[in-house]
């Protein structure tokens, strides 16, 4: 089965879309004190468990369970989950300004990973769009003050969480195939319900202990990143073409930008109030975003 050009196009731009709106969210969990551990468990697990109603979908047509179609995919997982790990570590310990674009970088592993395991091959224009959408993804990432050793951990932090998460994505288009994604994706990523136990040592305080809001807001904000990882996954393993996939989930960007302007009050966010400078530069980010989507588009 493969998919139709437009809804290629259409699932990751709608990923990018839900990320942004998860985002605010669990930004929103954060600030009332949930905490990036507490946060992470609960939004692993709560992808994990929704993953499993694959199984329900089962046409039939998956691949046989042999041990190694079995640990490609908890290896997929346990991959991602790092991934998960690290972006936490460069929210918590270094400068959201500074992390939240270098995760962007993704794209760029993407696209190296891809010519040198798979063997695709790129169009400049691809190429062109790549490196577009990671100038962007600087640009939108907001303001840049930050101590040299909260930057470095940031950079470090980042870069590994994009990396790990540009490999997650190639192997799944590489390995989906052996299993089926009725099979895989719930192998894949029910396994975080496992690897989730490892983050419970780091937590302020009893899962518990959350006040019923803050927890409501965290399920909300998981079950939104569910749909967006939904919508990656069936693009990535039906579309069978990774790169492309990832410039145009990288809208998320852009969104982010919008939603933060435009109802992220409602949410609590004061970001809307930053300056004219980081405001210009935000939207000269998102026009080279929107540019590198028009390079890639059908």
Known sequence: MTLDPTTATLLPLLSGFGYAVAAIILKRATEAGAGPWRIGFVVNMTMGALFQSFWFFDDGQGGAFTVIAVLQALTVGAIFFAGQYFTFLALSRGDVSVATPVLGAKVLFVAFLAALTMGQALTPAIWVATVMTCVAM??????????????????LYGGLAAFL???????????VGQLGMTHFAPLAFGSMLLYSWLLVPKFSAPLLALPRRTLLWTLAGGSLLWLQCLGMVLAISLAH??????ILYNTRGLWSVVLVWVVGHWFGNVERSVGRAVMTRRLIGAAILLGAVFLVRR
């Open 138 to 155: 600087v640009l939108l990432g907001g303001e840049w003050r930050a101590d040299r050793e909260r930057a470095l951990r940031s950079l």
């Open 241 to 246: 073409e990774v790169t492309r996939t990832n």
């Open 165 to 175: 998460f540009a490999s997650s994505d190639i192997l799944t288009q590489k390995w």
